[in-house]
């Protein structure tokens, strides 16, 4: 459920957001704009936090879908903690009042000056990707005289049955670490005095609509937890990841208190914290893409909709083959027809939709894209010096402007022209 809705509004329907017309929205900030739904965050988050009433559990929101400090301190309101994969979401995190013993630190590769500032502020969780990240982490404890608190992400090899791109839980995939290894990183890690062994973390991929998957990548991290518990090795958490699907046109994914069901069923009596990273799932049907049309051009074989917002703005249909709902702001009436949505970028990948049918739309009319709210402005670029979107936060009837559009001149600031008359060999 989200509150982007058809409303009463000066001239007939018009899409709002809560209780703002999202055509109010353009004419005050412009667009493209991100417009984000604070009421939706709430509800997505409290729908989670319910689907796992039956265990003892922490909701640690992965920043990489929408990393806006509005969001942040959002979340950190409601109590959740944060699932980051670099140094720039760690302090996105502390900027908007997380607290960091609730940060978990993901990602394939993370460098030293990165290792260093998260134990210096006392996050909760290191999730290790191989056994030389393990050597680092270590070293890096050691030189700054604290212990860091480790999981080992292991790859349980299960198929989440979703796009090759965010299929992550893979034999074949870069991330995890196999079974095997990681009980051999678990016994050096527990053998370490740097080091304190605190969980165990997965996350199979992304968009996944099924609770099988994910069930049975739970039961293959309990082999390893229990096999680990023979050695005397004693594991507090366990990290099932992010992934929960969300409906962008006819998905119909598994509702979280199902998968929260079957993660307690697993976890039974053991004592075991659940602890889950969910991104999409709290904000991508917490907000649109508001762009207007610039014009409509008849090809031969096409009729385009050109519109002012771009795959760099949102690339999600340009990589992933993405398919985003894509609406008339204030419906017309008009007949229905076939048109492919594109943005003014000079790459024929640049596209929005394609073969899709739209009512008629005119130069001057606004179009959101719905299920914007993830993956879409934190992926967005300045290719083509196309400054990035505005974000803007609803809250009932109140609108909050959470990230001032780019200016021309943030895009070359930083950038030097050369100096003719130094000859000089260079510095460095
Ligand atoms: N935890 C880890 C370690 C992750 O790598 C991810 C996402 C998450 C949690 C959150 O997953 P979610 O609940 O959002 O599915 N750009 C792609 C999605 C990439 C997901 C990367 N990892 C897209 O637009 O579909």
Request: net charge negative; with cysteine; glycine share 10%.
């Amino acid at each position: 459920m989200n509150h982007f809705e058809l409303r009463d509004g000066a001239d007939g329907l018009e899409l709002h957001a809560e209780d703002v017309a999202l055509a109010a929205i353009a004419e005050a900030c412009g667009t493209p704009t991100y417009v984000y739904s604070r009421a939706t965050i709430e509800r997505h988050y409290r729908v989670m936090d319910e689907a796992l009433g039956g265990v003892p559990n922490s909701i640690c929101y992965a920043v990489k879908a929408a990393s806006n400090l509005a969001i942040l301190g959002l979340l950190a309101k409601l109590g959740a903690g944060f699932d980051i994969v670099s140094v720039g979401e760690l302090e996105r995190v502390l900027a908007a009042g997380g607290l960091p013993e609730r940060v978990m630190f993901s990602g394939v590769g993370k460098r030293d000056d990165e290792i260093e500032r998260a134990l210096r502020v006392g996050i909760r969780c290191f999730n290790v990707e191989s056994a030389w990240e393990l050597e680092r982490i270590e070293a890096v404890a050691e030189r700054v005289g604290r212990r860091a608190p480790i999981s080992v992400r292991v790859n349980p090899d299960v198929d989440p049955q979703t796009h090759a791109y965010i299929a992550t839980g893979l034999r074949t995939s870069k991330f995890g670490v196999p079974m095997v290894e990681a009980q051999a990183m678990y016994r050096r890690a527990a053998a370490s005095p740097h080091l304190h062994v605190v969980g165990i973390d997965c996350h199979i991929g992304s968009q996944i609509t099924q609770v099988e998957p994910l069930a049975a990548a739970l039961d293959r991290v309990l082999e390893l937890v229990d096999a680990l518990a023979d050695e005397g090795i004693a594991i507090e958490h366990v990290d099932m990841g992010g992934g929960l699907g969300i409906t962008y046109k006819d998905e119909e994914p598994a509702p979280p208190a199902a998968v929260g069901r079957a993660y307690a069923e697993r976890l039974g009596p053991r004592g075991l914290e659940l602890v889950v990273e969910p991104g999409r799932l709290i904000v991508g049907n917490a907000g649109v893409l508001l762009m207007r049309v610039l014009g409509v051009k008849t090809g031969e074989a096409k009729t385009f909709v050109i519109v002012d917002a771009a795959m760099n703005d949102n690339i999600r249909p340009s990589l992933y083959g993405a398919w985003q709902q894509l609406e008339p702001v204030c419906p017309s009436g008009r007949n229905e027809t076939t048109v492919d949505v594109v943005g003014p970028i000079c790459e024929s990948g640049d596209f929005f939709a394609r073969d899709r049918v739209l009512p008629e739309v005119r130069a001057g009319e606004l179009l959101a894209m719905r299920s914007a709210g993830a993956y879409g402005f934190t992926m967005a670029s300045t290719y083509n010096s196309r400054p990035r979107a505005a974000e803007v936060m609803v809250d009932g009837s109140r609108l909050t402007v959470v990230r001032e559009r780019e200016s021309l001149r943030a895009l070359w600031a930083g950038e030097r022209l050369l100096d003719e008359d130094d000859a000089g060999p260079s510095a460095i």
